[in-house]
Nanobody, 132 residues
Framework: QVQLVESGGGSVQPGGSLRLSCAAS????????IGWFRQAPGKEREGIAC????????FYSDSLKGRFTISRDNTKTTVYLQMSSLVPEDPAVYYC?????????????????????????WGQGTPVTVSS
């Protein structure tokens, strides 16, 4: 059974940092691209950072302005999102997701609007708030 479990969310002050984790089980991550997405209240879900786990190529949303980094551990069972310099625009529920069909996917495509839908694999989300 495929499972994605996010953790690491919480509340931080502006300028602070958090590291989110996405633990994967039930599938071989070597063959799946995976990404981080976020959805703020009243806004559409957006893909913010994606990685192709075959060659580690990455894509980041322009909205991040270089503040976040996606990575995976050597066992390829966990994907991380290191978030730095958090700003008031960052609060959202953060999800990791991977396509059901597997295989290599260009990370910019994976993060693109509409590539994944509810039929794909999603975690339950972890909330991030930024307040002073």
């Amino acid at each position: 059974q495929v499972q994605l479990v996010e953790s690491g969310g919480g509340s931080v002050q502006p300028g602070g940092s958090l590291r989110l984790s996405c633990a994967a089980s039930g599938f071989v991550m070597d063959y799946y691209a995976i990404g981080w997405f976020r959805q703020a209240p009243g806004k559409e879900r957006e893909g913010i950072a994606c990685i192709d786990t075959i060659d580690d190529s990455t894509f980041y949303s322009d909205s991040l302005k270089g503040r976040f980094t996606i990575s995976r551990d050597n066992t390829k069972t966990t994907v991380y999102l290191q978030m730095s310099s958090l700003v008031p625009e960052d609060p959202a529920v953060y999800y990791c997701a991977t396509p059901v069909k597997g295989g290599a996917v260009f990370p910019d495509l994976l993060c693109g609007k509409g590539y994944l839908d509810d039929r794909d694999y999603w975690g339950q989300g972890t909330p991030v708030t930024v307040s002073s």
